[in-house]
Protein backbone atom coordinates (compact mmCIF):
# COMPACT_ATOMS: atom_id res chain seq x y z
CA UNK A 1 0.00 0.00 0.00
CA UNK A 2 1.38 3.75 -0.94
CA UNK A 3 0.48 6.46 1.45
CA UNK A 4 1.07 9.61 1.16
CA UNK A 5 1.49 11.63 4.56
CA UNK A 6 1.49 15.41 4.69
CA UNK A 7 2.10 16.66 8.02
CA UNK A 8 4.26 20.21 9.19
CA UNK A 9 5.78 18.62 12.68
CA UNK A 10 9.00 16.48 11.70
CA UNK A 11 8.56 14.37 14.41
CA UNK A 12 4.83 13.54 14.24
CA UNK A 13 5.89 12.95 10.49
CA UNK A 14 8.59 10.55 11.53
CA UNK A 15 6.39 8.63 13.79
CA UNK A 16 3.53 8.05 11.18
CA UNK A 17 6.33 7.16 8.55
CA UNK A 18 7.69 4.21 11.70
CA UNK A 19 3.69 2.75 12.48
CA UNK A 20 3.69 2.86 8.31
CA UNK A 21 6.83 0.78 7.89
CA UNK A 22 5.55 -1.56 10.62
CA UNK A 23 2.17 -2.05 8.75
CA UNK A 24 4.18 -2.92 5.40
CA UNK A 25 3.34 0.45 3.55
CA UNK A 26 5.43 2.26 0.94
CA UNK A 27 5.28 6.15 2.90
CA UNK A 28 5.44 9.35 0.58
CA UNK A 29 6.00 12.25 2.31
CA UNK A 30 4.86 16.07 2.23
CA UNK A 31 5.67 18.92 4.67
CA UNK A 32 2.58 21.16 3.71
CA UNK A 33 -0.71 20.95 1.88
CA UNK A 34 1.37 22.69 -1.50
CA UNK A 35 3.30 19.71 -1.06
CA UNK A 36 0.80 16.88 -0.66
CA UNK A 37 -0.93 18.34 -3.93
CA UNK A 38 2.42 18.07 -5.90
CA UNK A 39 3.46 14.66 -4.86
CA UNK A 40 0.21 13.43 -5.17
CA UNK A 41 0.63 14.97 -9.09
CA UNK A 42 3.67 13.33 -9.30
CA UNK A 43 2.24 10.25 -8.03
CA UNK A 44 -1.10 9.87 -9.95
CA UNK A 45 -2.52 6.30 -10.20
CA UNK A 46 -0.37 5.33 -7.28
CA UNK A 47 -1.60 6.83 -4.39
CA UNK A 48 -3.72 4.24 -2.24
CA UNK A 49 -4.31 6.20 0.92
CA UNK A 50 -3.70 10.03 2.06
CA UNK A 51 -3.32 10.65 5.72
CA UNK A 52 -3.20 14.67 6.08
CA UNK A 53 -2.51 17.04 9.17
CA UNK A 54 -5.19 19.76 9.22
CA UNK A 55 -3.02 23.37 10.14
CA UNK A 56 -0.46 23.48 7.33
CA UNK A 57 1.42 26.24 6.19
CA UNK A 58 1.09 27.54 2.46
CA UNK A 59 -2.21 25.31 2.01
CA UNK A 60 -3.83 23.79 4.69
CA UNK A 61 -4.81 20.21 4.84
CA UNK A 62 -8.85 20.76 3.96
CA UNK A 63 -7.69 22.93 0.87
CA UNK A 64 -5.04 20.92 0.07
CA UNK A 65 -7.73 17.93 0.04
CA UNK A 66 -10.64 19.54 -1.28
CA UNK A 67 -7.53 20.62 -4.71
CA UNK A 68 -6.56 16.62 -4.86
CA UNK A 69 -10.41 15.70 -4.88
CA UNK A 70 -10.92 18.01 -7.92
CA UNK A 71 -7.78 16.19 -9.91
CA UNK A 72 -8.89 13.06 -9.20
CA UNK A 73 -12.78 13.99 -10.73
CA UNK A 74 -11.03 15.49 -13.79
CA UNK A 75 -8.79 12.71 -14.69
CA UNK A 76 -11.98 10.32 -13.51
CA UNK A 77 -8.82 8.74 -11.37
CA UNK A 78 -9.71 5.03 -8.95
CA UNK A 79 -11.02 6.53 -6.08
CA UNK A 80 -8.99 5.99 -2.59
CA UNK A 81 -9.36 7.05 1.05
CA UNK A 82 -8.36 10.21 2.83
CA UNK A 83 -8.16 10.71 6.43
CA UNK A 84 -7.43 13.79 8.39
CA UNK A 85 -5.41 13.82 11.29
CA UNK A 86 -5.55 16.78 13.64
CA UNK A 87 -5.04 17.90 17.72
CA UNK A 88 -8.46 19.80 17.31
CA UNK A 89 -11.60 17.70 16.76
CA UNK A 90 -14.26 19.78 17.27
CA UNK A 91 -17.72 19.33 15.06
CA UNK A 92 -17.20 21.64 13.01
CA UNK A 93 -13.73 20.63 11.93
CA UNK A 94 -14.73 17.01 11.40
CA UNK A 95 -17.61 18.47 9.11
CA UNK A 96 -15.42 20.53 7.23
CA UNK A 97 -13.05 17.99 6.61
CA UNK A 98 -15.43 15.58 5.20
CA UNK A 99 -16.90 18.03 3.10
CA UNK A 100 -13.33 19.10 2.07
CA UNK A 101 -13.35 15.18 0.62
CA UNK A 102 -11.91 13.35 3.82
CA UNK A 103 -13.53 10.20 4.70
CA UNK A 104 -12.43 9.95 8.47
CA UNK A 105 -10.92 12.01 10.66
CA UNK A 106 -8.50 10.98 13.78
CA UNK A 107 -7.23 13.27 16.64
CA UNK A 108 -4.03 13.32 17.68
CA UNK A 109 -2.35 11.42 19.58
CA UNK A 110 -3.10 8.95 17.16
CA UNK A 111 -2.69 5.35 18.72
CA UNK A 112 -1.30 2.87 15.99
CA UNK A 113 -3.94 0.25 16.86
CA UNK A 114 -6.83 2.88 15.75
CA UNK A 115 -4.88 3.77 12.89
CA UNK A 116 -4.13 0.21 11.48
CA UNK A 117 -7.91 -0.54 11.95
CA UNK A 118 -9.19 2.53 9.82
CA UNK A 119 -6.39 1.93 7.35
CA UNK A 120 -8.06 -2.13 7.53
CA UNK A 121 -11.51 -0.67 7.37
CA UNK A 122 -10.31 1.95 4.15
CA UNK A 123 -8.77 -1.02 2.44
CA UNK A 124 -12.03 -3.01 2.60
CA UNK A 125 -14.40 -0.08 1.02
CA UNK A 126 -11.45 0.61 -1.69
CA UNK A 127 -10.90 -3.33 -2.69
CA UNK A 128 -14.96 -3.54 -2.52
CA UNK A 129 -15.06 -0.39 -4.84
CA UNK A 130 -12.69 -1.85 -7.24
CA UNK A 131 -14.81 -5.30 -7.82
CA UNK A 132 -17.80 -2.69 -8.30
CA UNK A 133 -15.60 -1.09 -11.38
CA UNK A 134 -14.59 -4.08 -12.72
CA UNK A 135 -17.88 -5.75 -12.66
CA UNK A 136 -19.23 -2.60 -13.79
CA UNK A 137 -16.83 -2.93 -16.68
CA UNK A 138 -17.76 -6.75 -17.56
CA UNK A 139 -21.23 -5.45 -17.10
CA UNK A 140 -20.70 -2.73 -19.99
CA UNK A 141 -19.16 -5.00 -22.10
CA UNK A 142 -21.35 -8.18 -21.74
CA UNK A 143 -24.36 -5.74 -22.92
CA UNK A 144 -22.78 -4.32 -26.27
CA UNK A 145 -20.70 -7.72 -27.55
CA UNK A 146 -22.81 -10.84 -29.23
CA UNK A 147 -22.13 -13.87 -27.12
CA UNK A 148 -21.83 -16.43 -29.58
CA UNK A 149 -19.65 -14.62 -32.08
CA UNK A 150 -17.76 -11.96 -29.74
CA UNK A 151 -18.57 -9.36 -32.40
CA UNK A 152 -20.78 -6.05 -31.64
CA UNK A 153 -24.44 -7.12 -30.66
CA UNK A 154 -27.40 -5.56 -32.99
CA UNK A 155 -27.34 -2.47 -30.01
CA UNK A 156 -23.99 -1.72 -30.07
CA UNK A 157 -23.93 -1.42 -33.67
CA UNK A 158 -26.99 0.86 -33.86
CA UNK A 159 -25.16 2.54 -31.57
CA UNK A 160 -21.88 3.20 -33.25
CA UNK A 161 -23.79 3.60 -36.49
CA UNK A 162 -25.50 6.77 -35.55
CA UNK A 163 -22.24 8.05 -33.82
CA UNK A 164 -20.70 7.53 -37.47
CA UNK A 165 -22.91 8.81 -39.56
CA UNK A 166 -23.26 11.96 -37.62
CA UNK A 167 -19.21 12.40 -37.65
CA UNK A 168 -19.54 11.16 -41.55
CA UNK A 169 -22.35 14.05 -42.22
CA UNK A 170 -20.27 16.93 -40.59
CA UNK A 171 -17.07 16.15 -41.63
CA UNK A 172 -16.42 13.39 -44.13
CA UNK A 173 -15.69 13.75 -47.59
CA UNK A 174 -15.39 9.49 -48.00
CA UNK A 175 -18.51 7.70 -49.07
CA UNK A 176 -19.94 5.44 -46.20
CA UNK A 177 -22.22 2.33 -46.88
CA UNK A 178 -24.90 0.42 -44.47
CA UNK A 179 -25.11 -3.08 -45.50
CA UNK A 180 -26.85 -5.73 -44.03
CA UNK A 181 -25.71 -9.36 -44.57
CA UNK A 182 -27.88 -12.69 -44.68
CA UNK A 183 -26.52 -16.37 -45.06
CA UNK A 184 -28.59 -18.11 -47.53
CA UNK A 185 -30.68 -21.20 -46.69
CA UNK A 186 -29.40 -20.98 -43.30
CA UNK A 187 -32.01 -23.17 -42.07
CA UNK A 188 -30.66 -25.65 -44.05
CA UNK A 189 -27.31 -26.17 -42.54
CA UNK A 190 -29.35 -26.04 -39.05
CA UNK A 191 -31.44 -29.28 -39.90
CA UNK A 192 -28.93 -30.92 -41.79
CA UNK A 193 -25.75 -30.90 -39.30
CA UNK A 194 -26.98 -29.73 -36.32
CA UNK A 195 -27.41 -26.23 -34.30
CA UNK A 196 -24.27 -26.43 -32.84
CA UNK A 197 -22.75 -26.61 -35.97
CA UNK A 198 -24.88 -23.89 -37.59
CA UNK A 199 -23.34 -22.16 -34.48
CA UNK A 200 -20.05 -22.89 -35.48
CA UNK A 201 -20.56 -21.42 -39.26
CA UNK A 202 -22.06 -18.48 -37.62
CA UNK A 203 -18.33 -18.09 -35.66
CA UNK A 204 -16.75 -18.43 -38.51
CA UNK A 205 -18.44 -16.40 -40.99
CA UNK A 206 -17.81 -13.45 -38.26
CA UNK A 207 -14.41 -14.00 -38.66
CA UNK A 208 -13.40 -14.24 -42.06
CA UNK A 209 -15.69 -11.24 -42.50
CA UNK A 210 -13.98 -9.32 -39.61
CA UNK A 211 -10.34 -10.03 -41.16
CA UNK A 212 -11.36 -8.13 -44.20
CA UNK A 213 -12.23 -5.23 -42.47
CA UNK A 214 -10.64 -2.09 -41.79
CA UNK A 215 -10.53 -0.49 -38.33
CA UNK A 216 -12.68 2.33 -39.52
CA UNK A 217 -15.26 -0.28 -40.39
CA UNK A 218 -18.37 -1.14 -38.30
CA UNK A 219 -19.25 -4.89 -37.96
CA UNK A 220 -22.37 -6.15 -35.88
CA UNK A 221 -24.62 -9.50 -35.16
CA UNK A 222 -27.70 -8.21 -35.73
CA UNK A 223 -29.27 -11.29 -34.93
CA UNK A 224 -30.15 -14.76 -36.18
CA UNK A 225 -27.99 -15.43 -39.44
CA UNK A 226 -27.97 -11.89 -39.96
CA UNK A 227 -25.25 -8.88 -39.91
CA UNK A 228 -24.56 -5.13 -40.06
CA UNK A 229 -21.95 -3.52 -41.82
CA UNK A 230 -20.65 0.09 -42.37
CA UNK A 231 -17.92 0.54 -44.78
CA UNK A 232 -15.58 3.35 -45.85
CA UNK A 233 -14.27 4.09 -49.28
CA UNK A 234 -12.98 7.01 -51.69
CA UNK A 235 -15.69 6.34 -54.06
CA UNK A 236 -18.86 5.01 -54.71
CA UNK A 237 -17.42 2.49 -56.72
CA UNK A 238 -14.97 1.50 -54.00
CA UNK A 239 -17.81 0.79 -52.22
CA UNK A 240 -19.60 -1.30 -54.94
CA UNK A 241 -15.90 -3.07 -54.95
CA UNK A 242 -15.80 -3.52 -51.01
CA UNK A 243 -19.10 -5.37 -50.54
CA UNK A 244 -18.74 -7.43 -53.51
CA UNK A 245 -15.95 -8.85 -52.39
CA UNK A 246 -17.11 -9.57 -48.83
CA UNK A 247 -20.01 -11.69 -51.07
CA UNK A 248 -17.13 -13.01 -52.99
CA UNK A 249 -14.96 -14.25 -49.67
CA UNK A 250 -17.84 -15.94 -48.35
CA UNK A 251 -18.72 -17.64 -51.32
CA UNK A 252 -14.98 -18.92 -51.98
CA UNK A 253 -14.16 -19.33 -48.32
CA UNK A 254 -14.25 -23.16 -47.77
CA UNK A 255 -16.08 -24.30 -44.86
CA UNK A 256 -15.55 -27.70 -43.73
CA UNK A 257 -18.23 -29.84 -41.53
CA UNK A 258 -17.05 -33.19 -40.51
CA UNK A 259 -14.69 -33.06 -42.96
CA UNK A 260 -17.08 -32.26 -45.63
CA UNK A 261 -16.83 -28.96 -47.78
CA UNK A 262 -20.05 -26.97 -47.55
CA UNK A 263 -21.12 -23.92 -49.69
CA UNK A 264 -22.27 -21.23 -47.77
CA UNK A 265 -23.21 -17.98 -49.48
CA UNK A 266 -24.74 -14.41 -48.65
CA UNK A 267 -27.34 -12.25 -49.53
CA UNK A 268 -26.38 -8.25 -49.07
CA UNK A 269 -28.71 -5.06 -49.18
CA UNK A 270 -26.04 -1.93 -49.35
CA UNK A 271 -27.51 1.83 -49.41
CA UNK A 272 -25.01 5.16 -49.25
CA UNK A 273 -25.54 7.32 -46.59
CA UNK A 274 -26.98 10.59 -48.39
CA UNK A 275 -28.75 13.39 -48.19
CA UNK A 276 -31.98 11.38 -49.26
CA UNK A 277 -30.79 8.37 -46.58
CA UNK A 278 -29.34 9.72 -43.45
CA UNK A 279 -30.77 8.04 -40.01
CA UNK A 280 -29.78 4.87 -38.76
CA UNK A 281 -33.83 3.53 -38.99
CA UNK A 282 -33.73 5.13 -43.17
CA UNK A 283 -30.37 2.89 -43.55
CA UNK A 284 -31.50 0.09 -41.80
CA UNK A 285 -34.93 -0.21 -43.44
CA UNK A 286 -33.70 0.50 -46.91
CA UNK A 287 -31.19 -2.28 -46.75
CA UNK A 288 -33.23 -4.99 -45.31
CA UNK A 289 -35.41 -3.82 -48.63
CA UNK A 290 -32.42 -4.53 -50.77
CA UNK A 291 -31.27 -7.37 -48.45
CA UNK A 292 -35.08 -8.87 -49.47
CA UNK A 293 -34.74 -7.78 -53.31
CA UNK A 294 -31.21 -9.71 -53.31
CA UNK A 295 -32.51 -12.79 -51.81
CA UNK A 296 -36.32 -12.75 -54.19
CA UNK A 297 -33.66 -12.20 -57.63
CA UNK A 298 -31.87 -15.53 -56.50
CA UNK A 299 -29.15 -14.81 -53.41
CA UNK A 300 -25.80 -14.93 -53.42
CA UNK A 301 -26.07 -11.34 -54.48
CA UNK A 302 -25.51 -7.70 -53.18
CA UNK A 303 -28.26 -5.14 -54.40
CA UNK A 304 -26.79 -1.31 -53.79
CA UNK A 305 -28.72 1.95 -53.75
CA UNK A 306 -25.54 3.49 -53.62
N1 LIG B 1 -27.32 -22.41 -35.22
C1 LIG B 1 -28.00 -21.27 -35.08
N2 LIG B 1 -29.07 -21.04 -35.86
C2 LIG B 1 -29.73 -19.89 -35.73
C3 LIG B 1 -29.37 -18.92 -34.79
N3 LIG B 1 -30.24 -17.88 -34.89
C4 LIG B 1 -31.12 -18.20 -35.86
N4 LIG B 1 -30.82 -19.40 -36.39
C5 LIG B 1 -31.48 -20.18 -37.43
O1 LIG B 1 -31.37 -19.51 -38.68
C6 LIG B 1 -32.36 -20.04 -39.54
C7 LIG B 1 -32.93 -18.93 -40.37
O2 LIG B 1 -33.83 -19.49 -41.25
P1 LIG B 1 -34.66 -18.65 -42.27
O3 LIG B 1 -35.12 -17.35 -41.65
O4 LIG B 1 -35.74 -19.55 -42.80
O5 LIG B 1 -33.67 -18.24 -43.37
P2 LIG B 1 -32.72 -19.10 -44.29
O6 LIG B 1 -32.91 -20.56 -44.13
O7 LIG B 1 -31.34 -18.59 -44.08
O8 LIG B 1 -33.22 -18.72 -45.72
P3 LIG B 1 -33.03 -17.37 -46.51
O9 LIG B 1 -32.65 -16.30 -45.53
O10 LIG B 1 -34.37 -17.10 -47.14
O11 LIG B 1 -31.97 -17.61 -47.52
C8 LIG B 1 -33.41 -20.71 -38.64
O12 LIG B 1 -33.29 -22.10 -38.80
C9 LIG B 1 -32.98 -20.31 -37.24
O13 LIG B 1 -33.26 -21.32 -36.28
C10 LIG B 1 -28.23 -19.19 -33.96
O14 LIG B 1 -27.82 -18.40 -33.10
N5 LIG B 1 -27.59 -20.37 -34.14
Redesign the pocket.
Known amino acids: MKVLIADDTNTDRLLLKLHLAKLGCQVIEAKNGQEAVSQYLANLDEIDLILIDVQMPVLNGFEAVKAIREIQQQNQQEWFPVIFLSASGNETDVENGIMAGGDDYLIKPISQKVLAAKMHAMKRISDMRSRLVESNKMLESLASTDY?TGIANRRCFEVSLESVIDVHRDESSRCCACGIL???????I?DSFG?DI??KV?IDVSNVIQQHLTENDLFGRL???EFGLLLMSESREGLIERFEEIRQLIERYQFTIKDQLIDITT?IGVVAVSDQCKSRNQLLKRADELLYEA?TSG?NRVCFDV
Do not use: I, V
Open positions: LDLDKFKNNHGDLGGESKR
